[in-house]
């Protein structure tokens, strides 16, 4: 079978279906939105059941709120980083501080709605604890693999498919709240190390992106995005 990407749009955020050999989701949404999931699944003819693993890029209550209520929906496993269990499996939450203007004032008019709504996401227990080494993602019959990228949060991972396909969760924003064009993400615990995961991201050649908001991109608007911020310079980038 070809690889099948289908997107599921959840307020602003954009949630993934990779079908190849087997299908994977990756990011769980709002809370309380399961009914969007499941008409999404009828919609695009999946069949929850199929679904045998959700990657969770990272713990933002708007990327995990409905991980429990799809477990219970579909019996896949969720994967998530070490270090952004709590979000899940204790429901913490700190919104990460606005890296430019516009996220320093979003960060502010928006922080009492963002404690309030991350208080909704239902616990539940991370079954495939990540670490900083690469996860294949052979056994769910995709090929490609999640790689540690962080820099949003400390446990912020992506998936990389070896088609150069690229899901970065909130590694790069694109489109309204957040910013006009594509480009790197408006709200960061550590903007640096997330260009330095670009660097590598890049280097493992990777054509288009699929932001966690907004539509997805060529890797050359990145590209030129990170040669201006001088993030690259003479670097080789892989080419797919
Ligand atoms: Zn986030
Ligand atoms: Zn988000």
Redesign the pocket.
Known sequence: MSLQIFTIRIG??RCYVVRDEGTILIDAGYPNRINVFRRAFRKMQIDPGEIRLIVLT?G?F??IGCAKDLKALTGARIAMHEKDLMYLEASRFTAPPGVNLWGKLMHKLLFPFLNRASSKVPTEKVDIVLNDEDYPLDEFGVKGKIVHTPGHTPGSVSVLLDTGEAFL??MA?NGFPFRLRPGLPI?AEDIEQIKECWKRVLQQGVKMIYP??GPSFSVKVMEKVLRKEKVLRNEKILRK
Do not use: P, V
């Open positions: 602003i955020n990272h933002h708007d990327h969760g909130c924003h709200f966690g908001h």
